[in-house]
RNA sequence: GGCUCUGUGGCGGAACGGUAGACGCGGCGGACUCAAAAUCCGCUCUCUUCGGAGGUGCCAGUUCGAGUCUGGCCAGAGCUACCA
């Protein structure tokens, strides 16, 4: 159901665009490679493409029946060679522009079902199919230069005034820019020729701090000393055992090993500190080594309590004095004064910061610099259902890319499913083949591209699907960035970041001329619904359940009573899934439209209920009958009586009302308005025989028609060729223009108050003079009578709306 | 732990700092009907001595006036998480 309200909100805008006279872009497409496909075929021995196809298939005649304004004409999905050929063809301009790298990367790696895990498929360390204990592997992956672009994506966020301003706030965070120092300790003695550890670290100002040096047990110099130490050896092994799961990091003690060599401080002469391996330093930020000063972080400090190591205070807050001030269980990372840090003191951290830098620098130890978050994107995958890295390993020639002339790099059809581990990796004949340079045998890359790979560009495909370029540079001038994108918020930072990304690289290689896909960015909330559960704790479906005659739930054939669940996500395991289908065979596409737009406003989870489908149904059928009942008479009057007045005025103030929701994407309020308009419509029939009121009801069920058209398309139909079988499709109309003469109002209502508080209306005509008004108020019976005594010392009125008497006495 | 967001009737929710609760759902009463369904009409925040009084998570503040702005709490949700 989500994707159905997704797809509805997008076509309101689509539809409503189109009748402004906007030339609209309304494409569909399918991300359709992926997990999913490879399980179904595990599962039930489908192949992947098949079981794909028959899903799109499923899928589109949904989205067709819903009645989306889409232009089928564009429509590919991401599993088409003549798509992922053009995607390898743009990896190799990425690779020919120097932003891929090959590299060694720490993955996490099932050993049941051999292949690398996403950190969101690793729960309480184990793999989440298998169920097997997740390993760190060091494996050759490729990877995307995502971090070359780190300033531009965090400066880019700026421009994007039409996006939720969390979305940006979250990609800033995962972004993570921040500055400090780079600074090498030298090592007492040498070890395995290394002499020196390089340390990033954001707080040089507290160096004077300093009680350890600590590196991830995935460093080299563990390793080394791994080689000799068996102690050592075993407490990486653990680390390595340690799942990455939320879990396992909150309840992770601090802990360590001491490896015996020592590191001299950068600015004490003499001064020497000890070498540790711990469990919380993180070999992929900064350089997977930290200085610790105990103090001033609350990590270090409990690693320092845990073995006993020095906690020397640096910055003393303000109200402390350098004699009492000690630490605690906290460490002390806020403002202050520095102390005990030599040519530092008295400096605020700030200021010591930018001294520390300098003298690092002038001692050429160190330097100032930015460090990211964020981290390059790496891009294999060990699965077949992707699309294939076009790249040739030769054991003469390295990593060859495959020619352009022999992409498309096709997925076999004939894999077999029947035993773990990559099914292109094990397939007979594909992975062997030439070597493009120097025609020895060689293996082609048998990893596939990530899928977010897939969805990183097609927007730009849509602009011109046929054509043999990748990206069509004219059309893409044309149409992009997207105006309007509308999504969930699960894809705040994945997809929209790695968009961004492409979209900045494709610039850079000159594949496009914008530097950011999407202008205008939506986040639609989930489809929720109640879950229910029988006795026996199973789940049961919503139409399982039925109520009796005395309201309690039960289920429909069983009759034993049911437990109804608060509303939650839409989800296959709970059962508490409606099926889109059912819906409109039920109640039509309009129906299941107008409730989706009318229940709550779009960005906010809704709850999809029964009862609200059946409001909505009701209303399409009234409607239908409030319009059954208007023929075409639509020649005005001369004389026009004030009910026919009043409800022209009502239509056209409807139309203005209506044009500024569905601009602000407040659906659910323009839903109101129409209400609203249908029930001054049905009340207009009770006087149906007034002067010039023919011509009014016509012309506000045509009115209606029209505002509806964005929501209700097919009612929209309906009601247009009941009222004149000879008008224009209403898709061909314009969208309805409000008569500013009927807009304007006659009279307005004032509100007196006194001392802020309501104690009388008065009516005025719009705009009048504040002492007409603040007259009338004060001459208000009500008003008067509660005057008696009074003194008024200040009167506020603000035109049109209020007048606020002050009053003493 | 960090960042962000949200707290308004029985429910979903309206409300440029200016009449809180629009509109819908649900509920209650009535009309129509032999009856029901459908439909139509009315009522539906609380208290009230019928003058009013109180009310938008809690406590302060700014203002003639606060659901709206500011500060501090409380509760819930989302994201992120040993990022040095």
Redesign the pocket.
């Given at each position: 159901m989500g994707h159905v309200r997704n797809y509805t909100l997008g076509d309101v805008v689509a539809r409503y665009k189109r009748a402004r006279g906007f030339d609209v872009l309304h494409p569909m497409g399918w991300d359709a490679f992926g997990l999913p496909a490879e399980n179904a075929a595990r599962e039930r021995g489908t192949h992947p493409a098949a079981w794909t196809r028959q899903n799109i298939e499923i899928m589109r005649g949904e989205l067709q029946r819903m009645g989306l304004s889409l232009d089928w004409s564009r429509e590919f999905a991401t599993c088409d060679p003549s798509y992922y050929g053009l995607q390898q063809s743009l990896f190799l301009d990425f690779l020919k522009a120097g932003l891929v790298d090959r590299r060694e990367a720490w993955v996490n790696w099932d050993p049941i079902d051999h292949t690398v895990l996403a950190?969101e498929q690793v729960i309480d360390g184990r793999g989440w199919r298998s169920g097997a204990l997740v390993e760190k592997k060091k494996l050759s992956q490729w990877f995307l230069r995502i971090t070359d672009f780190a300033q531009e994506l965090l400066d880019g966020l700026d421009s994007l005034d039409r996006w939720p301003?969390?979305v940006r706030?979250?990609q800033a965070?995962?972004i993570?820019r921040?500055e400090?120092a780079e600074l090498n300790f030298a090592l007492t003695e040498p070890f395995a020729n290394i002499s020196s550890l390089p340390v990033?670290?954001?707080?040089p100002d507290t160096l004077f701090g300093m009680s350890f040096l600590a590196i991830?047990a995935e460093h080299g110099l563990a390793a080394a000393l791994a080689e000799t130490n068996p102690a050592i050896a075993a407490f990486i092994a653990e680390c390595q055992r340690m799942g990455t799961s939320?879990v396992a990091?909150?309840t992770?003690e601090?802990r360590g090993i001491d490896t015996g060599l020592r590191v001299k401080h950068p600015f004490i002469e003499n001064a020497t500190y000890p070498i540790w391996i711990a469990?919380?330093?993180?070999m992929d930020?900064?350089t997977?080594a930290?200085f610790g000063c105990p103090s001033g972080?609350q990590?270090d400090l409990e690693f320092a309590r845990a073995y006993d190591l020095s906690v020397i205070p640096v910055v003393l807050p303000a109200g402390e004095t350098e004699a009492d001030f000690k630490i605690g269980k906290r460490a002390h990372d806020g403002a202050g004064t520095m102390i005990n840090s030599d040519f530092l003191n008295g400096l605020t951290p700030e200021e010591a910061k930018k001294r520390a830098i300098a003298r690092l620098e002038k001692l050429d130890i160190g330097r100032g610099v930015v460090?990211w978050?964020l981290r390059d994107w790496g891009v294999s995958r060990q699965r077949y259902w992707g699309c294939p890295i076009p790249i040739i390993h030769c054991d003469d020639c390295g990593a060859v890319p495959v020619p352009v002339a022999d992409l498309p790099v096709l997925l076999p059809d004939d894999v077999t499913f029947d035993r773990p581990g990559n099914p292109l990796d094990h397939h007979p004949t594909w992975k062997h083949v030439n070597c493009p340079n120097c025609g020895k045998s060689a293996r082609r890359e048998t990893d596939t591209f990530d899928t977010f790979v897939d969805s990183s560009w097609y927007f730009s495909r849509f602009c011109a699907p046929q054509a043999i370029q990748p990206i069509d540079r004219a059309a893409t001038d044309r149409w992009l960035p997207v105006d309007q994108y509308i999504g969930g918020?699960?894809h705040?930072?994945l997809h929209l970041l790695y968009s961004r990304f492409f979209t900045k690289a494709l610039a850079k290689i000159g594949h496009l001329g914008v530097t950011e896909p999407f202008k205008g960015l939506f986040t639609q909330g989930i489809v929720t619904h109640e879950s229910y559960k029988g006795e026996d704790g199973r789940w049961l479906y919503p139409d399982e359940v039925i109520r009796d005659d005395a309201g309690q739930p039960r289920h429909h054939t069983t009759g034993e009573l049911v437990t109804i669940l608060r509303p939650e996500k839409m989800s296959k395991s709970r059962r508490n899934t409606v099926d889109p289908g059912a819906i409109i065979g039920a109640y039509g596409a309009d129906t299941a439209r107008w409730f989706i737009l009318?229940?709550?406003?779009p960005d906010?989870d809704?709850?999809w209920?029964e009862?609200?489908v059946?409001?909505a149904y009701?209303?399409t059928?009234?409607l239908y009958r409030l319009v059954a009942n208007i023929a075409d008479r639509s020649k005005a009057v001369a004389a026009e009586s004030n009910a026919a007045l009043a409800l022209r005025q009502t239509t056209h103030r409807t139309i203005a009302v209506v044009t500024e929701a569905l601009e602000s994407f407040?659906f659910?309020?323009a839903?109101?308005r129409i209400?609203?308009f249908a029930?001054a419509l049905?009340e207009a029939e009770k006087s149906a025989e007034a002067a010039g009121m023919d011509h009014a009801r016509f012309e506000a069920a045509s009115a209606l028609a029209r505002l509806i058209a964005p929501m209700m398309p097919h009612l929209a139909e309906e009601m247009n060729a009941l009222l004149d079988i000879s008008a224009p499709l209403v898709v061909a109309q314009n969208w309805p223009e409000a008569d500013p003469a009927l807009v304007a109002v006659s009279s307005v209502?004032i509100?007196v108050?006194i001392?802020?508080?309501?104690?009388a209306?008065i009516t005025m005509p719009p705009d009048s003079a504040a002492e007409d008004v603040l007259r009338a108020a004060e001459s208000e019976p009500?008003i008067q009578r509660l005057l008696e005594g009074k003194r008024i010392v200040?009167r506020?009125h603000?035109p049109n709306?209020?007048v606020?008497l002050?009053t003493a006495g």
């Open positions: 950190n301003s969390r706030q979250m965070n995962w993570g921040s400090g990033y670290t954001t707080r991830a939320e990091v909150e992770a601090k469990n919380f330093v993180l930020y900064g997977g930290i972080d990590r460090n978050r918020i699960e705040a930072i009318s229940d709550n406003p906010r809704m709850e209920t009862s609200g059946a409001g009701r209303f059928q009234r407040s659910n309020t839903v109101a209400y609203e029930n049905s209502i509100a108050q001392m802020g508080k309501l104690r209306t009500n200040k506020i603000v709306r209020i606020n002050v």
